[in-house]
C-alpha cells in the first residue's frame, strides 16, 4: 500500500469510528424510556424544550403537572421527569 492508501484506510476508520460517538449524557433504560415520553408527547402541543433549558426543580414540577392532564401513570412521570433531569446540565437558568 502506498502512503496515501494508507492516510485514507486510516482517516475513513477513524471516522467511522467517530459516527458512533455521542456526545450527549449516557442514558439508562429507563431514562431512553423518558425521553421516548418526551419525544413522543410533548410535541404534540409545543415544541421540544432542550431539556437544558430549565432546571431539575423545574423540569420535575412540569413533568408532574403535565403527566396528570396527560393521565400519565406515576411510573411515566418518574420515567419523564428522570429523563429531562438528568439530560439536564447544572448550568440551566429557570
Same mark, same amino acid.
Given at each position: 500500500m502506498?502512503?496515501?492508501?494508507?492516510?485514507?484506510?486510516?482517516?475513513?476508520?477513524?471516522?467511522?469510528?467517530?459516527? %458512533?460517538?455521542?456526545? %450527549?449524557?449516557?442514558?439508562?433504560d429507563?431514562q431512553? =424510556? %423518558?425521553?421516548q415520553?418526551?419525544?413522543?408527547?410533548?410535541?404534540?402541543?409545543?415544541e421540544?424544550?432542550?431539556?437544558? =433549558?430549565f432546571t431539575?426543580?423545574?423540569?420535575?414540577?412540569a413533568?408532574?403537572?403535565y403527566g396528570?392532564?396527560?393521565?400519565?401513570?406515576?411510573?411515566?412521570?418518574?420515567?419523564?421527569?428522570d429523563?429531562?433531569? =438528568?439530560?439536564?446540565?447544572?448550568?440551566?437558568?429557570?
Amino acid at each position: 500500500m502506498s502512503a496515501f492508501t494508507n492516510m485514507v484506510a486510516a482517516i475513513t476508520i477513524t471516522g467511522f469510528g467517530l459516527l %458512533g460517538c455521542d456526545s %450527549g449524557p449516557k442514558l439508562t433504560d429507563e431514562q431512553k =424510556r %423518558g425521553k421516548q415520553i418526551y419525544e413522543g408527547l410533548c410535541d404534540k402541543c409545543h415544541e421540544l424544550i432542550p431539556p437544558t =433549558r430549565f432546571t431539575d426543580q423545574v423540569w420535575t414540577a412540569a413533568s408532574n403537572k403535565y403527566g396528570t392532564k396527560l393521565k400519565l401513570t406515576r411510573d411515566e412521570v418518574s420515567l419523564l421527569a428522570d429523563y429531562l433531569t =438528568r439530560a439536564n446540565d447544572s448550568e440551566s437558568k429557570d
